[in-house]
């Protein structure tokens, strides 16, 4: 059974590097160690490494705390991975990260990319549903080099969010539109219907709002967008649209437990982060890392300030 536990709880397992291989432990393997090959539940424990390996006492197959997570072949220790998980639970930068854990920037930005990337396939199985409402929006990078750099211009998005019966907005979805979607540098109807079919549960009612100053636009959902924007413009100094929906991922993620008292997103992003699949620095700098059609979610709509 998962364990909640709260701010305080998670900084307490940086106290050592044992405390967090024993509470990694209970989140890979809650109801105990269980062999990924052939479903035995009896291992030995090898002791001669940085993190203790596992060897079935069945088919003898060995396994590290750390396989099929994201913090798979880290030379990074488990205590600053646990403090960054923190940090990006609470939405801090790469440099913020390196300042707090002691490493290089170059590896707080892949340990921060790499926990978005678990961020981002949690959201990917997240759907709308009930009254939704969908808006058109814009993000624009508000930075000096954005001035000189046309790819750091606006990026065109879909802003869609499930509302509850007293006009809440329950869940959010953002999602950064490629060429492909776009005709006259408008989202095309296609485009929108593509993102409801990945995005929206069938039997949701959607009200659709074309165009940026459609005035039918959910205005709450508008001003999120611009909360969204405003967080990744001051936090991070704006974006260009390599990453963007990683880091729009990590907003909506946030988001779904604003209304909690910060254990929930704690408990969560390090169960997310213990049984996702890692992703290298090749991959994350590559053409592979661009955002895949209708691959996740999240989206904003900012103004320059």
Known sequence: ????????????????????????????????????????????????????????????????????????????????????????????????????????????????????????????????????????????????????????????????????????????KLHQVLPGDLFAGMITRDGFQSFIRHHVKPESAVQLAIGIYNSARHRPLARLCQEASRWMNETFRGLGPKHLQAYLNQFEYRFRFESEDGASILTDLLHQCSFRPVVTYSQLIGRSASPNKYSFSVDCMARSS
């Not at 079935?56 to 798979?72: D, F, I, N």
């Not at 080099?145 to 019966?165: C, G, M, N, V, Y």
């Open 1 to 172: 059974m998962e364990t909640r536990f709260s701010s305080v709880d998670h900084l307490r397992l940086l106290d050592s590097e044992d405390a967090c291989i024993r509470h990694l432990y209970r989140t890979k393997w809650p109801e105990g160690f269980t062999c990924p090959l052939c479903r035995h539940r009896e291992a030995s424990v090898i002791r001669t490494r940085r993190l203790p390996l596992y060897q079935c006492r069945k088919c003898r197959y060995q396994v590290s705390l750390t396989a099929g997570t994201v913090m798979e072949k880290s030379k990074t220790p488990l205590r600053k991975w646990f403090l960054a998980i923190y940090w990006v639970a609470f939405g801090a930068s790469a440099r913020h990260i390196s300042d707090s854990i002691q490493v290089t920037y170059k590896t707080a930005w892949l340990i921060a990319h790499k926990i978005r990337r678990a961020i981002s396939l949690a959201e990917s199985e997240v759907k709308l549903a009930g009254n939704v409402r969908v808006n058109e929006a814009r993000y624009e990078p508000t930075s000096f080099t954005a001035l000189f750099d046309q790819s750091r211009k606006k990026h065109p998005l879909i802003a869609a969010a499930s509302i509850s019966e007293n006009g809440r907005i329950v869940l959010v």
